[in-house]
């Protein structure tokens, strides 16, 4: 199993990005998928997470921001960030997982400038 993540980059503040996950060897329908990140000197957090239902869930900081979404038949997951901040710069990474499994994808670089 493997997860391709793309789409981090430079973005001046108020700017949007999108980032897109595609985990390729299996089938990942009944999979919770999920966005985390990390910065300089801070834990990696959740940001967004979407459940095999579509049910969505946001860090308090990212809400209103940030949309994340799923296509199951392509096995992608998505981050729509929007008007972004200096404190969203953090090495994102794409998660994938069920009970017994946990996948990760190898993280994108997402650098907020003021």
């Known amino acids: 199993v493997q997860l391709q993540a793309s789409g981090g980059g430079f973005v001046q503040a108020g700017g949007s990005l999108n980032l897109t996950c595609r985990a390729v060897?299996?089938?990942?329908?009944?999979?919770?998928m999920g966005w985390y990140r990390q910065a300089p000197g801070k834990q990696r957090e959740l940001v967004a997470g979407i459940s095999s239902g579509f049910t969505t869930t946001y860090t308090d900081s990212v809400k209103g921001r940030f949309i994340i979404s799923r296509d199951n038949a392509k096995n992608m997951v998505n981050l729509q960030m929007t008007s972004l901040k200096p404190e969203d710069t953090a090495v994102y990474y794409c998660?994938?997982?069920?009970?017994?499994?946990?996948?990760w994808g190898r993280g994108t670089l997402v650098t907020v400038s003021s």
């Open positions: 060897g299996n089938t990942f329908v009944s999979y919770y």
């Open positions: 998660n994938v997982r069920s009970f017994s499994e946990d996948y």
